[in-house]
Nanobody, 114 residues
Framework: QVQVVQSGGGLVEPGGSLTLSCAVSGYTVSRYSLSWYRQIPGQDRELVASITARGTPAYSDSVQGRFAIARDNTKNTVHLEMNDLKTEDTAVYFC????????WGQGAQVTVSS
C-alpha cells in the first residue's frame, strides 16, 4: 500500500523560510522521481519542484533560486526548503509520487503574511 505523508507548513512572514517534508512508502521509492506541487484556491495545481531518482532537481521559474528540493533515499523522504518566501507563495503544497497512477500527500497550508 502506497503512502505519502507530509509534515510541515504554517505561517511565516515575508522573507522567511519554511521546510516541508514528505515520507513515501509502499514501493521502491529510490527508483522514481518525486515532486512538490502547490495550489491556490481557484487555480490549477502548479508544479513547483521535482527531483529525479538520481537526485537531479528542477524548479519552476517562480521559485528558482529560492526553493531547494532534496531527497534522502535511505529514509524515502523528500524535502522542500523554501527561502525568501513571498506573499504569492501562499498556497496548499502537495507532495506527489508519480508511481503507477500517482499518489498525493494530504497537503499542507503555507501562508506568507506579515
Amino acid at each position: 500500500q502506497v503512502q505519502v505523508v507530509q509534515s510541515g507548513g504554517g505561517l511565516v512572514e515575508p522573507g522567511g523560510s519554511l521546510t516541508l517534508s514528505c515520507a513515501v512508502s509502499g514501493y521502491t521509492v529510490s527508483r522514481y522521481s518525486l515532486s512538490w506541487y502547490r495550489q491556490i484556491p481557484g487555480q490549477d495545481r502548479e508544479l513547483v519542484a521535482s527531483i529525479t531518482a538520481r537526485g537531479t532537481p528542477a524548479y519552476s521559474d517562480s521559485v528558482q533560486g529560492r526553493f531547494a528540493i532534496a531527497r534522502d533515499n535511505t529514509k524515502n523522504t523528500v524535502h522542500l526548503e523554501m527561502n525568501d518566501l513571498k506573499t504569492e507563495d501562499t498556497a496548499v503544497y502537495f507532495c506527489y509520487a508519480p508511481y503507477h497512477t500517482g499518489y498525493w500527500g494530504q497537503g499542507a497550508q503555507v501562508t506568507v503574511s506579515s
